[in-house]
């Protein structure tokens, strides 16, 4: 991953609202400040990369977009309540986002699920047309459910949209947020999978800066109603000769007639078995549909003596999926069940009930690191209900200072699970990467390795996960925190004070600033400050406790 991918796909993502088509809109960004945005990225952190994304893009956004900016995470650790609406949404509030986006100290937790209903709320999602674009690079850590609040949103707004990016996420974690996309009709963007960021702007700022086309001809009216009330009352069944559906859910779509006899412009839409339609005297087409079940277009004509009742086949079946860790376990909702049938697809998380057309169906299902595939038959009027069982079990993983000492509650701490099988190029398979305390991964039965990072301290734990079963992973760092002050200091490092085998003094990191704080293993070291008045460097040696606290100051002369 690097900056130009993560800033084409956030500039695709922003340009979905800023489009001419869409200029009428509000929208609220809401920007991921939890601890795992200090991580590295090619030498720079993720927050400083989405900072000069957030400021590249808004520079050549129109002026009249209405934009609101919201943060999660930056002002406490281990806040589930920590959102703050920080630009509320207006014309011209470029400038005023960067300088939000500027202050901003990455700390806290992922909200991600309250932060976008709350960013609804604040657009009035109920009364007017809105989108939220959340930006983040973890999942939901405040036991919350974000595929159903997508889904919540979806039945109650007006027209809200949910657009979400995706940094640095694996494949099964964006399946996790990109159900809020799914389920509220926006779009998901992974930043891997985005080109150049030269490319990406040169595209996509441009569209945003285009003049809004001329307004197309307005549409025809349609056909008067009937005097005489409903003339086109179609039914519709799942399969040729079943029974006829009477369900609200199923949708019906009139098509106009061309004067060549092929199907023309929509007329009508409305949902419920049977349908009901006052149309003047002529031909139409209608066409019915259930979920991702749609039957042929069919043409039918209307009279103003007579109801037309045709009879639409969707050649469907309905699955019904239940995706658990391992058999007798509870159904897992955060599991992304993915169904191929045939000419088309669609994502479903957790337990999935849901018609697709006729034939052989291809599951793909996965549980954080741990996926299945499987292919289900699936005849016309039939129902098929399965278990997805991932053979999985859960492994939970903390960290401790040192033995019997404090735990590592600083949400920076970063819990990395390889395979404990080496490749033969020497390297591990990689299965997920997770940020903060009490973390929480499923994984495939097997052995593998935790590899347990907090700033320069760094462990290997092997461990094993069984079926259905709970791992706990609570290694010991033996490191300690060392707090350096130097008054007047444009720059602080941290040294060594042995060579290594290859005779170089090892560096333990460095902050352009006056003041470092870093997690470092138990030893010694040097800090060296420097100052930009005079160049001059100060050196202070001090020495580093498994478990404890050192507060190291400098002297600079200044």
């Known amino acids: ?59 050549g956004a129109p002026q009249d977009l209405e934009l609101g900016f919201m943060a999660y995470g930056h002002r406490s650790k281990g806040d589930c309540n920590d959102i703050e609406l920080m630009v509320p949404p207006a014309a011209g509030t470029a400038e005023a986002i960067d300088t939000a986006a500027a202050g901003i100290n990455p700390k806290g937790m992922t909200p991600l699920t309250a932060a976008v209903k709350e960013a609804a709320e604040d657009l009035k999602y109920t009364e007017n047309k809105a989108t939220v674009i959340l930006i983040t690079d973890g999942i939901e ?30 494949e099964s974690e964006g399946k996790q947020v990109a159900c809020l996309a799914d389920n509220t009709g926006g779009q998901y963007f992974e930043a891997s999978d985005a080109k150049g960021l030269d490319e990406a702007l040169a595209k996509t700022v441009a569209q945003v800066a285009e003049a809004a086309p001329a307004p197309e001809p307005a549409a025809e009216p349609a056909p008067a109603a009937a005097p005489d009330g409903v003339t086109l009352a179609p039914e519709v069944t799942l399969s040729e000769g079943g029974p006829n559906i009477k369900d609200s859910a199923p949708r019906w779509d009139v098509f106009a007639a061309n004067p060549d006899g092929t199907q023309g412009e929509t007329l009508d839409t409305t949902y419920g078995a049977p349908g009901a339609f006052k149309l003047a005297p002529g031909t139409y087409f209608v066409q019915a549909g259930w979920e991702e079940a749609k039957s042929a277009p069919q043409k039918v004509t209307v009279t103003a003596d ?72 699936l005849k016309a009027g039939e129902t098929v209900e ?96 060392a707090a350096i002050t130097a ?35 138990e030893g010694d070291y040097v800090a060296d400050a420097t100052t930009d008045a005079t160049g001059k460097t100060v050196e202070q040696a001090f020495s580093v406790k498994a478990g404890e606290r050192v507060d190291v100051s400098i002297a600079t002369g200044n």
Not at 158 to 168: Q, R, S
Not at 349 to 377: Q, R
Not at 491 to 505: Q, R
Request: proline share 5%; aromatic share 6%; charged share 20%.
């Open 306 to 377: 007579a109801v037309a009742k045709p009879v639409l086949n969707l050649n469907a079946g309905l699955l019904v999926l239940h995706p658990r860790p391992a058999d007798g376990m509870e159904v897992e909702s955060g599991a992304a069940v993915d169904i191929h049938y045939p000419d088309g697809s669609t994502t479903t998380y957790g337990n999935t009930s849901i018609h697709v057309p006729a034939g052989d169906e291809k599951i793909k299902a996965s549980l954080d690191a741990a996926a299945v595939e499987m292919g289900i038959p």
């Open 1 to 59: 991953m690097n900056f130009s991918r993560f800033a084409a796909a956030l500039v695709a993502a922003l340009c979905l609202f800023a489009a001419p088509a869409l200029a009428a809109d509000r929208a609220i960004i809401i920007l991921d400040a939890s601890g795992s945005m200090w991580a590295q990225i090619g030498g720079q952190s993720r927050i400083e990369i989405a900072r000069q994304t957030l400021d590249s893009v808004l520079k």
């Open 386 to 481: 399965k278990d997805i069982l991932f053979g999985a079990g859960h492994v939970t993983a903390n960290a401790t200072y040192s033995e019997g000492g404090d735990s590592v509650s600083d949400t920076g701490i970063v819990f990395q699970v390889a395979g404990a099988k080496k490749k033969i190029d020497g390297s591990r398979q990689d299965f997920g990467t997770n940020y903060g305390p009490d973390t929480k991964r499923w994984l495939p039965a097997g052995d593998y390795v935790m590899e347990v990072t907090m700033d320069q301290a760094h462990v290997e734990v092997p461990f094993t996960v069984k079926v259905g079963e709970q791992t706990d992973v609570d290694p010991v760092i033996n490191a300690g925190v």
């Open 141 to 170: 850590t405040c036991k919350a459910d974000p595929c159903a609040l997508g889904t919540e949103l979806k039945q109650s707004g007006v027209d809200l949209e949910v657009d979400v990016v995706g940094f640095g996420l694996s």
């Open 487 to 521: 008054p007047g200091a444009s720059k602080i490092e941290v040294f060594g004070t042995k060579k290594n085998i290859e005779g170089k003094v090892p560096a333990f990191g460095y902050g352009y600033s006056a003041s470092l704080q870093t997690t470092l293993p």
